[in-house]
């Protein structure tokens, strides 16, 4: 099959990419880097060799499904729902016009039970999809275990890294990228079951696992986030329901698989 990756270069991008390459799928890499601006759903002029500069319908010529893993960092409410709109809209348009068969798109398990901040955008990312021109596969995970060397970085003050009080069950990103390609070499689905971790953790205490597996020095200290999004945080809104898939992969053993290669 030919497929379309929509940021396949990253944190579960780059996995659904290679593990697509290794089953012998062609792939295409939808990403800035790869000349393809998603936002705007044009070509950048910044990719190499011919397809530099092509917007994304051509990109998106002979593609037989495509998986949306593109994401952006922002907390804000409007700046999520705006780059999450845009991307998706200008996918399924484009992939209308290119003929695609299957859009395949990653969200978060109960962005809409917490429709805010990050979550906003993916609540808004579902509605275009179930709504649009392809036939389409969601998949809810759960926050993934790469989570916490990135908010052991993202949010040190100094020396100290601060971290939401947060009940998660994590998944690892290899686990959720093998089943986005299982899903996008099948039928269309609809809504397929959650992917969730094996385990229930305390997010606080698996970035201080990690910090310490890793050598890096410095406290981690929980931190209340207020407001409905912190709530939902520390409720278990964003935990998976009884039906949901499970992971084999626990933190205890992503720590000792990914820590210190």
């Known amino acids: 099959m030919r497929l379309a990756v929509a940021g396949g270069t990253g944190t579960v991008g780059r996995l659904v990419v290679d593990a697509a390459r290794a089953d012998g799928h062609d792939v295409v890499v939808l990403t800035r880097s790869s000349g393809v601006d998603l936002v705007a759903g044009t070509g950048t002029g910044t990719g190499t060799g011919t397809a530099t500069g092509a917007g994304l ?7 037989d499904a495509v998986v949306d893993v593109s994401s952006v960092t922002s907390t804000s409410t409007a700046a999520s729902r705006r780059f999450f709109g845009a991307v998706t809209a200008h996918l399924l348009q484009a992939g209308a016009a290119a003929g695609v068969g299957h859009h395949v798109a990653l969200s978060v398990v109960g962005c809409d039970r917490a429709p805010y901040g990050h979550y906003a955008g993916k609540v808004e990312q579902e509605r275009l999809v179930a709504a649009g021109p392809v036939p389409w596969t969601l998949l809810r995970a759960t926050q993934f275990l790469e989570f916490a060397p990135q908010v052991h970085a993202a949010l040190a ?10 009940r998660s069950q994590p998944v690892a990103a290899a686990e959720v990228a093998r089943r986005l390609l299982a899903l996008a070499v099948a039928a269309p689905a609809g809504r397929a079951r959650d992917l969730a971790g094996p385990q229930e953790v305390r997010m606080a205490g698996l970035v201080r696992a990690w910090a310490r597996r890793a050598g890096r020095r410095g406290p981690v200290v929980p931190v209340t986030v207020p ?11 964003l935990l998976p329901g009884p039906d949901a898939d499970r992971g084999t992969t626990t933190p205890a053993r992503w720590l000792a698989d990914v820590v210190g290669r």
């Open 157 to 166: 003050v100094g020396p100290v890294h601060p971290v939401p009080v947060m």
């Open 227 to 237: 407001g409905p999004l912190g709530r939902a945080f520390r409720d278990g809104t």
């Open 57 to 63: 319908a051509e990109r998106l010529a002979g593609v």
